[in-house]
T-cell receptor, first 114, second 110 residues
């Protein structure tokens, strides 16, 4: 138990569906991250929020839309995804943004796009 | 962007010392080097972090040469439960972006 929870743990959706991934941290951290992990690929940082403000968007397609209503919650809204978007989506948090701060990861949401 | 390079996989036997090296050119001058461990169906977990020379904690050591263009994670006396994927994480000098290595799959055999 890392203090970071993600729901759902598994999600299957069609290309025309709209769904959302939720991440919640109970650690009092100010930075939150979304990562994508595909089979046999390194972790890809998607978005970073620090004190609720988006500080990084790594050229992520607009069909992925993040939302950070407060420092404890992070959402990833999904719409009109493609099969190649199937992956493990990991959320993490840290006291603040930067390599020097230990990131605590959630268990991930396994997404399958049909 | 900083390019990180790690061996894709390594095999070892129980009780041996394992050293995994990550090459990271263009690492941010003032940033730390961090290593994470990931088991199947779990998110990565912090192992150790350092800036230069040598750092040791209860599970690993981290060796960083003076030029900081590489780092070596050392796991003493591995056990079967150390079978996992190990990632290095650095910051890019120019963009400040966080860059994970591609991961090294360590298989520990009995």
């Amino acid at each position: 138990e890392t203090g970071v929870t993600q729901t759902p743990r598994h999600l299957v959706m069609g290309m025309t569906n709209k769904k959302s991934l939720k991440c919640e941290q109970h650690l009092g951290h100010n930075a939150m991250y979304w990562y994508k992990q595909s089979a046999k690929k390194p972790l890809e940082l998607m978005f970073v929020y620090n004190f609720k403000e988006q500080t990084e968007n790594n050229s992520v397609p607009s069909r992925f839309s993040p939302e950070c209503p407060n420092s404890s919650h992070l959402f990833l809204h999904l719409h009109t995804l493609q099969p190649e978007d199937s992956a493990l989506y990991l959320c993490a948090s840290s006291p603040s943004e930067g390599v020097g701060y230990e990131q605590f990861f959630g268990p991930g949401t396994r997404l399958t796009v049909l | 962007l900083a390019k990180t390079t790690q061996p894709i996989s390594m095999d070892s036997y129980e009780g041996q010392e394992v050293n995994i090296t990550c090459s990271h050119n263009n690492i941010a001058t003032n940033d730390y080097i961090t290593w994470y461990q990931q088991f199947p169906s779990q998110g990565p977990r912090f192992i150790i972090q350092g800036y230069k020379t040598k750092v040791t904690n209860e599970v690993a050591s981290l060796f960083i040469p003076a030029d900081r263009k590489s780092s070596t994670l050392s796991l003493p006396r591995v056990s079967l439960s150390d079978t996992a994927v190990y990632y290095c994480l650095v910051g890019d000098e120019n963009t400040g972006k966080l860059i994970f290595g591609q991961g090294t799959t360590l298989q520990v055999k009995p």
